[in-house]
Structures are given as C-alpha cells and as structure tokens.
C-alpha cells in the first residue's frame, strides 16, 4: 500500500510539474503590435483675382489675371471688373464669402442723396441666388462702407482647382453724376477680398463666420 501511495503521489506531482511546465511555456509565447497614427494638417486655400483692363476697363489681350487695377472715371462708362474666387486642390470643405469696400463714403452718399450711396446698384451681372448680399456697414471714423456677400453654398474638398463665379462682371458709373461731383470721389477705391472657413465643425454658415468673427474655434 505505501509503495502505491507513493507511485501515486509522484504520478499526481509529475502531472503537476508538466502542467507548471506548459503554463510557464504558454507565459513565454507573447506578442505585441503596435499602430501608429499619423496627423496631418489640413488647410484652407483661396485665390483671389481679376481680369487686367485698361484704365477705361476694357479687358487686355491676351487675357490676365491680376490683384489690382487703376480706372478713370466717366460718367454712365462701363469697367470690366469680375472679382474671381477660387479654391485651391487639396483645401478642406469651407464656407466662402466676399467683401467689397469703397473709401469716399460721405462723398459718394452726398452725390446718392437722400437715400445715400446703396452702390449695389453699378455692380453689373451680380447674381444673388450664387452670392447672397448679407448687407452693408458705413464706418464714419474710415469713411469707408463695406458691402459682404457669401457664397451659397459650403465648397467641398477639391480634388483640382474649383474657381467659383465671379462677384459681379463690371460696374458702371450712373450718368447722372457730374464733373463737379465726379471731383470729389477722386481717388476712390474700391477693395475686394474674400475670405474663406472651414466647414466642418460648423452646422451652418452662421455659425461659422460668426466664430470667425470672435476668433474662436469650432
């Protein structure tokens, strides 16, 4: 009995040493993996351009695209202008807008009297179901007034260049305005810039530029 007792005690312990053996095996069989994330910065791209004209605004041959041109004025005379937007490949989806500035003010709400310069009027082929008038503001400190227009839609990410419509193609000086008061406006100008916003992040085009304005993030 006791030699049976002890064949099987080491039988029990020799189980116990293979079992001890294949967990310490099991132990040892490790893995690892590791995944690496990489975060690029996205970015909002914009051009801004018109056509070159001539200092009467006819456009040059061959035609160009330029930041600035001069203008003489004449009264009920047409000058191309078609302030031109375009996203740039590799932009992020954004909400586009446009600005359009004129110095002079009292002068030119002087010669509008009485209901003052509402200048929307001289630009030519405005199209207001693609760009939407959102109003105008005069700065009496600057005696500037400043006119904001923002595109419909969000402009999704593009794969290639998207140019977008042009602001308006021309404007035109009312022939109503004489010499006299053609003097006083001398050297106005008239500033175009857009501005462009990420979309996402934002539900609408409010609540993006208002953020803009605030300097906030979404």
Known sequence: MKTKRKALL?????????????????AYLTANDTVTNTFTVGRVAINLDEAKVTE???????????????????PGHTYTKDPTV???????????KMTV?????????????????????IFKDYDGDKWIAK??????????RNYEFWYKEAVGAPTTDVKL?????SITVPSTIN???LKTIAGMTITVNAYA??????????KAWAAFLEGTTP
């Open 10 to 26: 080491l039988t029990f312990c020799a189980v116990l040493l293979v079992v001890a053996s294949v967990l310490g095996t099991i």
């Open 56 to 74: 009467d605004g006819k456009a040059v041959t061959p035609a160009e695209r330029v930041k600035e041109n001069r203008y003489k004025l004449l």
């Open 86 to 96: 375009t996203v740039l490949k590799g932009s992020e989806s954004s909400y586009i």
């Open 101 to 121: 500035t004129f110095n002079k003010a009292n002068e030119l709400d002087d010669i509008f009297a009485p209901d003052g310069a509402k200048l929307t009027s």
């Open 135 to 144: 109003g105008d503001t005069k700065d009496a400190d600057a005696n500037t």
């Open 165 to 169: 419509d042009a602001l308006f193609d």
């Open 179 to 181: 010499n006299d008061q």
């Open 197 to 206: 916003i990420q979309a996402d992040g934002f539900e609408t085009a409010e």
